[in-house]
């Protein structure tokens, strides 16, 4: 159903990943806060309290700018999510629940809390992970849904 | 000026989704499928964002508080919970299912706006059926 993945050459996952790291840094020593796209969201509707609305707001949009800019300068064709519609419904709601009820997601507990060393978050991206990947093989390799 | 700070920071963290093609979810889904064709590429994202990462939370150790603002907001619970491990494992299936997380998916509102809006709303009512059964933050 859909084209394969094409290949894409190690520097990029490599400056992108340092420039995500570099934005978490910037985060962290000039605000005192972490990068958590799942907490800044929640926060950014009011969800989470002792937040700066605004400043998670204007974070939110500005990442979407970002990567919007940036994928009209690379030329890479758009490629979405390929589920279909109840696939999405349902990943869309254990992805904000579960998100919330396990205080982060891979932002928060992946890219800051590993770096800090946070037992919680060590745990944390263990597990999700394991399920994600636990969820792909049952989906691609039991059920034989491949994309 | 932490305002500023959020949209420098946040146009960054895009600039970088975008580049290491993290919003694309058959890369991410690439990188879980490990008995398929495996894609390292997420396991490279990670291990590079943790280098300018954990810098940070070296200097973070010898500052008393950040640059604009009286301290650091920074969470000090090392209690490892039901609730955590739940709720990393209902996001973890969510993630697998779909091949987006929080940050991307809110990237390809702008680069795919459909079917993305479809999981981003779901993604918004989870989050606010997790805020209606627990009124207080946690």
């Known amino acids: 159903m859909i084209a394969t993945l094409a290949h894409l050459p190690w520097y990029w996952p490599v400056l992108g990943g340092l420039c995500i790291g570099t934005a978490a840094g910037m985060l962290l020593l000039f605000n005192g806060r972490i990068l958590g796209v799942s907490g800044m969201a929640a926060a950014s509707l009011g969800w989470a309290d002792g937040h700066d609305r605004t400043a998670n707001r204007l974070f939110l949009v500005a990442s979407m700018a970002g990567a919007g800019l940036t994928y009209l300068m690379l030329h890479r064709p758009a490629i979405g999510p390929t589920a279909n519609m109840a696939v999405l419904i349902v990943g869309g709601l254990l992805v904000g629940y579960g998100t919330r009820l396990g205080s982060g997601c891979t932002s928060g507990h992946g890219v800051c809390g590993l770096a800090r060393l946070s037992p919680r978050s060590i745990a944390a991206t263990g597990v999700f992970m394991c399920t994600a990947a636990i969820t792909v093989y049952v989906v691609r390799h039991i059920l034989g849904y491949t994309s | 000026m932490t305002r500023f700070v959020s949209v420098l920071a946040g146009l960054l963290f895009g600039v970088g989704l975008a580049l290491s093609d993290m919003v694309n979810p058959q890369r991410v889904q690439a990188f879980l499928d490990v008995a398929g064709t495996w894609d390292p590429s997420l396991a490279l994202v990670m291990i590079s964002a943790l280098i300018p990462s954990a810098l940070a939370w070296q200097i ?59 999981f981003v709303v779901a993604m918004i009512a989870g989050m606010g059926v997790h805020r209606l059964l627990n009124p207080r933050p946690s």
């Open chain 2, 60 to 118: 973070r150790r010898r500052r008393s508080r950040p640059v604009f603002d009286q301290q650091f907001h920074v969470p000090t619970s090392r209690r490892i919970d039901t609730a955590l491990l739940s709720g990393a494992a209902l996001f973890g299936m969510g993630w697998g299912l779909v091949g987006l997380c929080p940050g991307p998916a809110l990237a390809d509102l702008v680069i795919v706006p459909w079917p993305t809006l479809v």
